[in-house]
């Protein structure tokens, strides 16, 4: 998962891969990061952050100037720009310092004021698109015809008028940015209830290991081959859960309707038209993501008798779905899971192996799970003058090195668009952020699928490719769909609360599953699922992973079918970075998320697999 300024996002593909053993070394500093690269010591970082204060108030100082001339223009945007790059620095420092470990109250206090710094630069530059939108068009266009300096800034111009129909007066634009830090507030209280609040319960496992239940705990059990350990593990997770159904609904209909009512403000008919104009993403990308998939239900329908075919069950229950089709022993320590990587990644070019093999050795990551550490998976690459950190909670399986290339491949985008891109255009969308991650994730996988010692290992590694399809392209979807409902609820002016909620879900996961085919039975317990999801809190973000997944299962096939032309067309994506809106550089890349093809092919990738393992169990059980 990239990490993006005002949103903090948590686990990459929701695949809670933390074991409950922390890391116990004393000197494992290599495997941290090194944050003294931003700021040498917390003193320093302060002293920064109360120099941007200021910094921030004088923004005032350019309000009425920016029509004057091109020089006024570029001075104001100059200015403006290089306070909100500092900003992102020292905020960046002061959530990956707290994520070290949540439980120090200090640095929850310096996360909140890097929060408050956001809030208050907002406050101060709120009326900067009303003042540019005012002078209009025709002069912006001929300030930047005028002066070259402006050319940086020619795309974020042109994008702020674009927005001219749903941009307010100054005076309305200022007093809607002193609710912005208010606007986290149910997500930070979600955060401290899932993460802090919760007294999780413990349970004594088949093997006898006494194992707490907690999300880190809950993502390892649930994969475990003994049948009555995943059960357990789910009835004692979502029943604890289960207890916090109405405070969590309230907050999370708290959030729904901040987002409806400020959407409504900006003269937008919905949450999604909003999210969507954002980007300047046509609607028929988000419906057209959703009806084909629905379409394609037969597909994971088949996936999932497969599975039962696998692990001997005979009818599917919704614990039974974690598991590996296969069991592999194999370890993937931090320095294996370096050198597979790179290996895989040649397919990219002596370029890309060599950058990152530069930056692979580098204090850019902290690796290992520790106490009170964040949990998941993330890349910052916020801090332009630096370079970008990745949190990783590496645990020597082959999901850690699954989700280390998956973050390189967030990182690589960092570094390929500062390459090419100054900072006001190096920052991309969302929408094309997580797919030269998911890309990443299927060179792997072509990899280790190449490279198996035995059936048994290629049937792992298929196994897991299937898993990627499920988790990503179908499981976030159902995840969008479940989050559009709830929108357009409130939207229709219906009530939201917590047994309401569960109601709109266990519809959706039961369709997806098949439920009432008994395909896979999800039990009324499990129907509370929604509450852990910290994305819902992050406003129509989740579907960007599956239509990430299919543009990267495009762009893919076009490597393989095209080799360097291919490579190329994917790089010169990466090197775009935010230049243009993000449905554009697809488009330009050869991928077109409006229409179904591209979903279609990774359903036909999906039943690929499917055929190819169904062939190899065949040939094992004539053998």
């Known amino acids: 998962m990239i990490f993006r300024p005002m949103k903090t996002l948590a686990l990459a593909g929701l695949l809670l891969t933390l074991s409950i053993v922390y ?22 970082w302060e002293a920064e952050r109360q120099r941007l204060l200021t910094k921030i108030d004088n923004i005032e100082n350019f309000r009425g100037t920016l029509g004057d001339d091109s020089e006024s223009l570029h001075t104001a945007q100059r200015y403006i720009s290089d306070t909100y790059r500092e900003l992102l620095r020292i905020y960046s420092y002061a959530s990956m310092e707290q994520d070290q470990d949540l439980r120090v109250t200090q640095s929850q206090e310096r996360n909140q004021l890097g929060e408050g710094l956001f809030a208050r630069f907002s406050q101060a530059s709120a009326w900067m698109d009303p003042e540019l939108i005012a002078i209009g068009e025709e002069r912006i266009n001929a300030f930047i015809q005028a002066n070259t300096d402006l050319a940086p800034f020619a795309f974020m111009l042109e994008n702020t008028l674009r927005k001219s129909e749903h941009t307010l007066s100054d005076e309305t634009e200022q007093a809607l940015s002193f609710f912005s830090q208010s606007f986290d507030a149910p997500s930070n209280i979600y955060s401290l209830i899932a993460n802090s609040d919760i007294p999780w319960p413990t349970l004594t496992m088949s093997t006898g290991e006494e194992a707490l239940i907690n999300s880190q705990g809950y993502g390892f059990w649930r994969g475990s081959y003994n049948r009555d350990d995943r059960e357990q593990t789910f009835d004692a997770y979502w029943n604890k859960w289960s207890e916090y159904n109405s405070s969590v609904g309230m907050v999370l209909n708290a959030h729904i309707q901040m987002q409806v009512a400020a959407a409504r403000a900006r003269k937008y008919d919905s949450v999604l038209q909003r999210e969507l104009f ?25 996936y999932f008798k497969l599975r039962g075919r696998m692990l001997g069950v005979e009818q599917l229950h919704y614990y039974d779905i974690y598991p590996s089709l296969v069991s592999l022993e194999k370890v993937f320590d931090i320095e294996t899971t370096k050198t597979i990587t790179l290996d895989a990644m040649s397919v990219l070019g002596e370029d890309w192996v060599s ?25 910052n690459g916020s801090a332009y003058d630096v370079h970008p950190y990745m949190l990783l909670n590496h645990n020597d399986d082959y999901d850690s090195l699954s989700t280390f290339a998956h973050e390189w491949g967030h990182a690589m985008h960092t570094l390929y668009a500062k390459q090419a891109q100054p900072f006001e255009t190096a920052d991309y969308s969302t929408f094309i952020a997580e797919i030269p991650s998911t890309s990443l994730e299927l060179i792997l996988e072509q990899y280790m699928v190449e490279n198996a010692a035995s059936v048994d290992e290629k049937l792992f590694y298929l196994g897991q490719g299937l898993e990627t399809l499920r988790g990503t392209f179908y499981r976030q979807t159902m995840f969008a769909e479940f989050e559009l409902a709830l929108y357009e609820a409130v939207e229709r002016g219906e009530a939201l609360s917590g047994a309401g909620i569960t109601d709109i879900y266990a519809d959706i996961v039961r369709r997806y599953h098949g439920h009432d085919e008994n395909v896979v039975i999800v039990d009324d317990l499990y129907t509370n699922e929604w509450m852990f999801v910290p994305h819902f809190y992050y406003n129509m973000y989740v579907f960007q992973y599956a239509t990430s997944l299919t543009a990267g299962t495009a762009l893919y096939a076009n490597i393989v079918e095209n080799g360097e032309v291919g490579v190329d067309n994917y790089k010169n994506l990466l090197r775009a970075g935010g230049s243009d809106y993000p449905y554009e550089l697809l488009r330009a890349a050869g991928v077109d998320l409006a229409t179904p093809e591209p979903y279609q092919a990774v359903v036909n990738r999906m039943n690929a697999i499917m055929d190819e393992m169904e062939s190899l169990l065949n040939q094992q059980a004539a053998n």
Do not use: C
């Not at 954002?278 to 088949?302: C, G, I």
């Not at 580098?362 to 949990?375: A, D, F, I, L, N």
């Open 23 to 44: 890391a116990q070394d004393d000197d494992f500093s290599p495997y941290e990061w090194d944050l003294t690269e931003l700021y040498p010591s917390l003193e320093a």
């Open 278 to 302: 954002t980007d300047n993403l046509p609607e028929s990308v988000y419906r057209t993501l959703v009806e084909e998939v629905n379409k394609a239900l037969p597909t994971l329908h088949r």
């Open 355 to 379: 950058m990152q093999r530069e930056a692979i050795d580098k204090r850019w990551v902290h690796v290992y799970p520790t106490e009170g550490k964040r949990s998941g998976a993330y890349m």
